[in-house]
């Protein structure tokens, strides 16, 4: 658990048996951690190739050659933060990938 967040584990029998995938790419933005941890958890569980979406900010369009693309992020105001959603809109082939989405949230800090 991470702040209050609960990671994503594959179980130790798959963890290490698992083929490295890049053709799965992961795209996180992360305001305090949190969806980072997840997103690395993901991302070692699929052999998966990790992307911050802040690196991705200036870009006019953003191609991926990866068949499966997710994003992890932390819900704002009951949806995705603007940065994401600006990403999701430069991807070019975006209608042919498989997509998926890891939301984080949080009402309180952890203690």
């Known amino acids: 658990m991470v702040s209050g967040v609960a990671a994503f ?22 305001g305090t951690g949190n969806s980072l941890a997840v997103a690395r958890d993901l991302a070692q569980g699929l052999g998966a190739r990790l992307q911050a979406v802040s690196a991705l900010a200036d870009r006019a369009r953003v191609t991926s050659e990866a068949d499966k693309i997710g994003f992890v992020f932390p819900i704002y105001d009951f949806k995705p933060p603007p940065m994401v959603e600006e990403l999701v809109c430069k991807l070019d082939g975006i209608e042919s990938k498989y997509l998926f989405a890891v939301c984080t949230y949080g009402i309180v800090p952890s203690r």
């Not at 584990?9 to 992360?30: D, G, K, Q, W």
């Open 9 to 30: 584990v594959y179980p130790a029998e798959l963890r290490y048996t698992l083929p490295v995938c890049y053709h799965v790419e992961i795209y996180y933005f992360s």
